[in-house]
């Protein structure tokens, strides 16, 4: 790849360690932890910043655990408290509701990625439309991006932009995704999207290629990318953002942000956060090659040490029965029927 | 045997397998379908099966209704516009078994309120049992969700061993058995489903979620309910009341199914009990995987014939609903 390539291309970078890196944290990190990263990245100047429960506004659940606090009470505190960064939020139709975009906007939220699985963009169309009629920076968020076909995506991708949508992202919540196949969907997608219409990708590590992935989108017209500040993401982590940054600067383009400072607030502030190395391992590489959800990684290694069955042999299994993002419920249930087939488990009745 | 005459509202995935269910009734007959397409798949499935069609929304339908005598009519168009369908049809004394999620009417889920005495063995606790001729005395009743017909009987079986503070359900349903208006209005399917597990399944606190899978072939609807009782679970009390209540269900959707669990687990938020279920469906007008779809009109159509019944013992008299 050589510089003159991208050089001069601006990307706008989009932090996800704070919502992301929930779920690694089994959603305990504190408002105090929150305000202290948000300010340490606001003052690196990345320009947007998401917060929250790793599963979004309306997360707090049995199903993806409950956090150390409302999602209020995080957007709350961290939102004062940024110079230039927006701090944004994730809402996913079917968990989180307008009542809760609203509320997310009233204690500061200004921008939120409207996910929907890749193949179900028209859940969305209540919610994008109600973000924009508060004024938020809107993007549609298509996960499990690699279960859709180029054309699919493009498509999908359409139906956000007809609702109201600024930026539509191709998200690898699986980790899963080549560079050729982001460049497919990010390509389909600038072929049939208004030139105002911005095109980002979201990656995961599973297969060490959130970096290449990201550049890749880039080359095929992307000019979002999220992150992770030392990778701090379900799974193995989102792309390491500061790594990716480093990749940037090497190659000219544009972001706006400090490498040391992102530097240091991976290396002083997040590590020193983490409870696991969050890193490609057996299981986290189990995600991406099976192409299953990363969120699934926490709740597969519970269920498995519960039951029996070993992490690897149930995330394959959901792979292989296509449960997607939102689906944890299934891998209690997958544990448990595994369990009874391999004689560990008695059903009760 | 005389039969109560019916109109479906809304020829979609709903009205559609209403009809199949309807025909097979033996107090209930589908008479008129209303749509707002004449090109629609709906409409013209409901004439080949031999309803009357009107593409004109149910002000097409109003010139007809004493005419061909009908007493029930099915709402499964959308929360927007089934408070003006019920007003409408009120008026000239149809009453309405509302399937959208807009709840004006309250809350139904057969086998918790509406458990019918005759040819049940009653069960040790039932606190719902008052509210049955209540409901049999209005003009408009609220099929919750698909996910609320599929979960609710369960949470209240827990309850009916124990109180329970908190209650959570996760519906999972095949991309292709959600229509165009379950998916615009995710959100009034949350909201209703949600209350309805405070208020019909009787835990104090009910949250609902729903997800749409894609995968192909389609996976059989699926159902996770979560309780947190306030005191260490009576296990074996709580087995049992699940088991009874299943064959409660299955009186109507022979595929509902238990999977897994009742599992108990200790977490952060108190004593978790998990059931996990699957809806297979009949297969009348979607495949057998939309079990959601079934679970949904066979509880309409179970709601519907308890006041069938009525009419046609003279126990009840459906009277037209001024319009204010």
Not at chain 1, 175 to 180: A, E, F, I, V
Not at chain 1, 316 to 338: F, P, S
């Amino acid at each position: 790849m050589s510089e003159s390539n991208l050089k001069g291309r601006k990307v706008i970078l989009h932090d996800m360690c704070l919502r992301d890196g929930m779920h690694a944290k089994r959603e305990q990190i504190s408002v105090e932890q929150m305000v202290k990263v948000a300010t340490a990245l606001d003052d690196a100047g990345v320009p947007y910043i998401q917060v929250t429960h790793g599963a979004g506004m309306g997360g707090n659940s049995l199903q993806h655990g409950f956090a150390l606090h409302s999602n209020e009470d995080y957007i709350r505190a961290v939102a004062p408290k940024m110079r230039q960064a927006k701090v944004s939020v994730l809402l996913i139709p079917g968990l989180g509701t307008m009542r809760e975009l609203k509320s997310a906007y009233d204690c500061g939220a200004r921008s939120v990625h409207v996910a929907t699985h890749c193949t179900e963009a028209d859940t969305a169309p209540q919610h994008i439309a109600f973000c924009r009629e508060l004024g938020m920076d809107t993007t549609g968020f298509l996960m499990m991006a690699h279960l859709n076909d180029a054309k699919g995506i493009a498509a999908q991708g359409k139906l956000m932009e007809s609702y109201g949508a600024h930026t539509v992202y191709v998200t690898d919540s699986a980790g899963y995704m080549l560079p050729q196949d982001v460049k497919d969907r990010i390509g389909a997608l600038r072929d049939v999207l208004k030139p105002e219409t911005e095109i980002g990708f979201h990656g995961h590590h599973n297969m060490g290629m959130g970096i290449a992935n990201s550049i890749a989108a880039i080359e095929a017209g992307a000019s979002r990318i999220d992150g992770s500040v030392a990778g701090l993401g379900a799974g193995a982590g989102n792309t390491p953002l500061e790594v990716f940054l480093a990749v940037c600067d090497r190659m000219g383009i544009e972001t706006g942000v400090d490498l040391f400072k992102l530097m240091d607030v991976a290396e002083d502030i997040i590590v020193p956060m983490m409870d696991h190395m969050v890193r490609v391992d057996r299981d986290s590489l189990t995600l991406g090659f099976a192409g299953v959800y990363s969120t699934f990684l926490l709740h597969a290694k519970r269920a498995a040490e519960r039951f029996g069955v070993p992490a690897r042999d149930v995330l394959v299994e959901l792979g292989r029965k296509k449960m997607i993002g939102g689906q944890e419920d299934m891998i209690i249930d997958t544990a448990m029927t595994m369990a009874k087939q391999r004689g560990l488990l008695k059903d009760v009745a | 045997m005389k039969k109560i005459r019916c109109a479906l509202i809304g020829s979609g995935n709903i009205g559609t397998d209403l009809i199949y269910k309807i025909q097979r009734s033996p107090v209930l007959e589908p008479v008129w379908m209303v749509g707002i397409d004449p090109e629609s798949e709906g409409l013209k499935r409901a004439r080949d099966m031999g309803l009357k069609t009107t593409a004109e929304g149910v002000d097409g339908l109003l010139p007809h209704v004493l005419d061909d005598n009908i007493q029930i009519a099915f709402d499964a168009t959308s929360a927007y516009v089934h408070a003006e369908n019920s007003r409408k049809l009120n008026a000239l004394g149809v009453m309405m078994i509302d399937l959208t999620p807009a709840a004006i009417g309250p809350l139904c889920v057969p086998p918790v309120n509406l458990r019918q005495h005759a040819d049940n063995e009653p069960l040790p606790d039932r606190p719902q049992d008052g509210a049955r001729e209540g409901l049999l005395s209005q003009m408009n009743v609220n099929m919750i969700s698909c996910a609320g017909q599929a979960t609710i009987p369960i949470v209240n079986a827990v309850v009916q061993v124990q109180s329970v503070g908190y209650a959570e359900i996760i519906a999972s349903l095949s991309s292709r058995s959600v229509g165009p208006g379950t998916r615009a209005n995710l959100d009034e399917f949350t909201y209703t489903t949600s209350n309805a597990i405070e208020k019909v399944g009787g835990a104090r606190k009910g949250k609902a979620l729903a997800i749409i899978n894609p995968a192909d072939p389609p996976m059989i609807m699926r159902n996770t309910i979560y309780c947190i009782t306030d005191e260490a679970p009576d296990q074996a009390r709580i087995v049992e009341s699940v088991q009874a209540m299943i064959k409660e269900v299955q009186k109507y959707v022979p595929g509902y199914k238990r999977v897994n669990g009742p599992v108990f687990d200790e977490v952060p938020q108190g004593h978790r009990v998990a059931v996990f279920m699957e809806v297979a469906g009949l297969g009348d007008y979607l495949p057998t995987y939309a079990g959601n779809l079934d679970i949904m009109t066979a509880a309409a159509c179970r709601t519907a014939e308890m006041f069938a019944e009525e009419i046609l013992a003279g126990k009840i008299q459906l009277n037209a609903v001024e319009a204010v």
